[in-house]
């Protein structure tokens, strides 16, 4: 009797997600979800990081006044190398190592710099909004999670809803209702002949509300979410007063992210999705635009393992203390990485 109510609760949250299904969410989208779930304990991801400067001004000079020959040649972008270490706790926060490296070899001679968030969520929250969308969707891309990305809109947005908000309340109490009383016939059977069912009441109007609610999708459309169409291709939008993201129709991967006020909206493009090992994708380039500069990141690695017997502690006191006593600092630091 209860194993033939479980299956029927089951049901009932199936169908009704399944009306949705092929319609995403914010949250849902920023959730990575063309990607394999991340079963691994540590995720390594190593970055290129160089800021465009030719691109720049040769965008800043228009025809009357073009960029000379050695104005450009004078421009030598210096890249850095950013590898990152993150994992999930067994409360659920986010810990990143974030090493800076002045050479691609990663080498503990050509450290610059090496940091340790203990909470990535609460990080975001205190950071500026540049540092807190990129690390937003380092969280989305390397994890598979949209905590990050949704305690930013949560805090920069007045129309942003969540998958917990999209939910139907009424259809979320009536669920809530029907596990309770699953509970307590399961703990004394003798109260199945006097406990009402509440999926399935003795009164015929109660019958007909709750057939009601029982018909109506578990979680409502996300407005927010729409799907359109440009040169013959759809793509899912997500249009919200700080924001406006597109993904692809079929793989849901992020192409293309404004963040901000038109006249001053931080641009991000993410292109060449690529496979790392065999499961994990990351957008092999992605290049950040604002008005005074322009960035290119190159996602140059990307690796699931344990973490091993070591904490993340431990392991960032480790790479620490192999840091050459003097180190430089980086322009590319203060704007987008966190310091």
Known sequence: MIYGKLF???????????????????????????NADVTSTLVTVNFRFIRDMSELIMEKTSEDSPANESELLEVKPIPLFVKFLL??????????????????????????DVRYISNLKNKIKKS?????????LLSSFALNRSKEMSALLLSKSKVFKTNKQLLDPEKKALYEKYKRYLAVTKKDKSLLESMENPLNPKDIEAQKAVGIIKKRPFMQKDPAVSLEKNSGDFYWKVSLDVM????????????????????????????????FDGTHELPKHMKIRSIDEIVSIRALSLRHRGLGS??????YRKILKDMPKKSEGAPLWETFLIQ
């Open 87 to 112: 994992s999930v706790d067994k409360y659920d926060r986010v810990q990143v190592i974030q090493a800076i490296y002045s050479s691609g070899k990663m080498r503990s001679s050509s450290l610059l």
């Open 8 to 34: 029927l609760i089951l049901s009932f949250c199936l169908t009704s997600l399944s009306a949705t299904a092929a319609i995403p969410s914010t949250e849902g989208l920023f959730r990575n979800g063309n």
């Open 244 to 275: 406006e993201a597109s993904f692809t129709s079929e793989t849901f991967r992020l192409e293309k992210l404004s963040f901000g006020p038109p006249e001053n909206a931080l641009k991000m493009n993410f292109s060449d999705y690529i496979l």
């Open 128 to 136: 500026n909004e540049r540092k807190a969308l990129f690390y937003s």
């Open 310 to 315: 070591k904490t993340m502690t431990q392991k």
